[in-house]
């Protein structure tokens, strides 16, 4: 008998089902998924062959169908299979967009100093409120296991834990079983204490390997911060203001356009104060300026959404006396043009 496409959906339904409920399963529960549109005799007699197949029990006469260690298996591996192709598929297309997103935020950077005479920046892209999609644990030795992480923006973390105790096969099904269903979907602030003690209870003997997943769920869903991008342009227009051009000056500021770490301290300073601004748009005037060498200046700034929590950071960097009015209205038009586009993008 072969296991085909209308028997994979009513297994995955079952299985689905009895995750969320831990009942046996009936074919009038069944019947109600949306996307099946079949009759209940109809589901009773594809039940009738998986359970003669080996992929669901039925614990007692008049009840339901759970799964078997069988209907679990093939569940895990569809899975996986199913993520390895959406993981391949975000990754083509991440790339394409990051190729395309890169060099509009280079030309964006241009466009700025050229049109204002000062400094700009524009930080690249970074996922806010990260969810996880995926994890998948795998046996590689006896004491050790390999942890894949898959997180909102195509961020895929590897890594091998060493356990205490040795993780049996079985053991291995239901901690991918388990930490899957309990934080598939979770940003890491979602992630409590309530939700940490009810895993490590589930997990039983094996609570170590959900404090070390765990550690490495935070870490996946944090690793973008590290490969912040950050376009600058027009650095070199401080020198045509004298109150800035002198060359200690001009030395300090040049350097500080070099530095990833001083520019990634003023994007982080915007993002925490992101919610006391009404319009978006922030204003930082001499000693208000949360980096040093950046105090003889002011700095206008506005955060920008290419959608589904996709932001970054524009900085327009010039002296005191900068024009605040032609500052302002640049960034505003900017923020438009780049709501309009990318809403029209993903219309299409």
């Known amino acids: 008998m072969e296991l085909d496409a209308r028997k994979v959906t009513i297994l995955k339904a079952i299985i689905k089902t009895y995750l969320?409920?831990?009942?046996?399963?009936?074919?009038?529960?069944?019947?109600?998924?949306?996307?099946?549109?079949?009759?209940?005799?109809?589901?009773?007699?594809?039940?009738?062959?998986?359970?003669?197949?080996?992929?669901i029990l039925q614990p007692h006469t008049s009840a339901g169908r759970i799964p078997s260690d069988k209907g679990y298996r093939f569940y895990v591996d569809q899975i996986l299979s199913e993520k390895d192709q959406e993981v391949t598929e975000m990754k083509e297309l991440m790339i394409q967009r990051v190729d395309r997103v890169e060099l509009l935020l280079k030309k964006l950077a241009q466009v700025l100093a050229a049109n204002t005479n000062y400094a700009a920046l524009i930080s690249g892209p970074q996922y806010h409120q990260n969810k996880l999609k995926f994890i998948q644990l795998s046996k590689v030795d006896v004491n050790k296991l390999l942890v894949v992480t898959v997180v909102e923006g195509n961020i895929i973390k590897n890594t091998i834990i060493d356990v205490k105790e040795p993780v049996g096969d079985e053991e291995l099904l239901n901690l991918n079983i388990l930490l899957n269903t309990s934080l598939n979907g979770l940003t890491i602030e979602e992630i409590n204490l309530g939700v940490i003690s009810r895993l490590k209870e589930q997990a039983g003997l094996h609570s170590q390997v959900v404090d070390l997943v765990l550690n490495e769920v935070a870490d996946a869903i944090r690793a973008d911060e590290e490969d912040l991008q950050i376009y600058t342009s027009g650095a070199t227009n401080i020198f045509k203001y004298p109150e800035?051009?002198?060359?200690?000056?001009?030395?300090?500021?040049?350097?500080?356009?070099?530095?990833?770490?001083?520019?990634?301290?003023?994007?982080?300073?915007?993002?925490?104060?992101?919610?006391?601004?009404?319009?978006?748009?922030?204003?930082?005037?001499?000693?208000?300026?949360?980096?040093?060498?950046?105090?003889?200046?002011?700095?206008?700034?506005?955060?920008?959404?290419?959608?589904?929590?996709?932001?970054?950071?524009?900085?327009?960097?010039?002296?005191?006396?900068?024009?605040?009015?032609?500052?302002?209205?640049?960034?505003?038009?900017?923020?438009?043009?780049?709501?309009m586009t990318f809403k029209k993008e993903k219309g299409d």
């Open 244 to 339: 800035l051009a002198d060359g200690e000056r001009a030395s300090r500021l040049l350097s500080t356009f070099e530095q990833k770490d001083v520019l990634q301290d003023l994007i982080d300073e915007v993002n925490q104060n992101e919610n006391s601004s009404d319009t978006g748009i922030q204003v930082y005037i001499g000693d208000e300026m949360p980096v040093q060498s950046m105090k003889d200046c002011s700095v206008v700034t506005a955060n920008y959404e290419l959608g589904e929590g996709l932001r970054g950071t524009i900085g327009i960097i010039g002296p005191k006396r900068m024009d605040y009015e032609k500052v302002l209205g640049t960034l505003k038009n900017l923020m438009t043009q780049l709501d």
């Open 20 to 55: 969320e409920t831990g009942e046996p399963v009936g074919s009038r529960t069944i019947s109600k998924f949306s996307d099946l549109k079949l009759s209940s005799a109809t589901i009773r007699n594809e039940m009738s062959d998986l359970e003669e197949m080996g992929y």
